[in-house]
């Protein structure tokens, strides 16, 4: 069964820390470019950071500079490493993949994960 | 960095229906690198097409994406119950993704 499995949410402060996993299975993850995409309650999708299976990181500007993105195919895990967190990036976080195509051109999603949520308050 | 608008924001509709869904981008998108996803409440959301007009794995034919340039659409012929939920489009095939904003079919 083709599986995606985020975890790592939680409660955190603002101007904090929180690292994200997801762990993969069920289909050949080095052959997939792989995303996190948020959510806010009652609000629409926001992609916010991709990687490629070389390892390649792409991210909108609405977080780049603060989250990173990486990923460990011999553990088949997929991360993200957000920093200098604001209220507005309180959201569920869902790990998606797609394959792969050429470098720099990234794939439709066929692939989604469960959500883990992120709440950032004081 | 594409603006993705689709309109209706919702879409009252009966089973039985057909449903017309709008995607407009704020620039040309190659027609290679359109997608549409379905999400249900409390779930994730699935990819429907691709490519503008190919149908994910075990989509049924009632679903049908066409467009080119600024101006997408995907159909439903006729809607089953289960395919009352929200709709996004995505632009996709750079290293910069967006999606629109959603269109909400609810039963009427």
């Known amino acids: 069964e083709v599986q995606l499995v985020a975890s790592g949410g939680g409660l955190v402060q603002p101007g904090g820390s929180l690292r994200l996993s997801c762990a993969a299975s069920?289909?050949?993850?080095?052959?997939?470019?792989m995303h996190w995409v948020r959510q806010s309650t009652g609000k629409g999708l926001e992609w916010v950071s991709g990687i490629g299976t070389a390892g390649d990181t792409y991210y909108p500007g609405s977080v780049k500079g603060r989250f990173t993105i990486s990923r460990e195919n011999a553990k088949n895990s997929l991360y993200l490493q957000m920093n200098s967190l604001r209220v507005g990036d309180t959201a569920v976080y869902y790990c998606?993949?797609?394959?792969?195509?050429?470098?720099?051109?990234?794939?439709?999603?066929?692939?989604w994960g469960q959500g883990t949520m992120v709440t950032v308050s004081s | 960095e594409i603006v993705l608008t689709q309109s209706p924001g919702t879409l009252s509709l009966s089973p039985g229906e057909r449903a017309t869904l709008s995607c407009r981008a704020s620039?040309?998108?190659?027609?290679?690198?359109l997608a549409w996803y379905q999400q249900k409440p409390g779930q994730a959301p699935r990819l429907l097409m691709y490519?503008?007009?190919s149908r994910a794995t075990g989509i049924p034919d009632r679903f049908s994406g066409s467009g080119s340039g600024t101006d997408f659409t995907l159909t439903i012929s006729r809607l089953e119950p289960e395919d009352f939920a929200v709709f996004y489009c995505q632009q996709y095939g750079s290293s910069l993704l967006t999606f629109g904003g959603g269109t909400k079919v609810e039963i009427k």
């Open positions: 998606a993949g797609g394959p792969h195509l050429v470098r720099g051109v990234l794939n439709a999603f066929d692939i």
């Open positions: 620039q040309s998108v190659s027609s290679s690198y």
């Open positions: 069920g289909f050949t993850f080095s052959d997939y470019d």
């Open positions: 490519g503008t007009s």
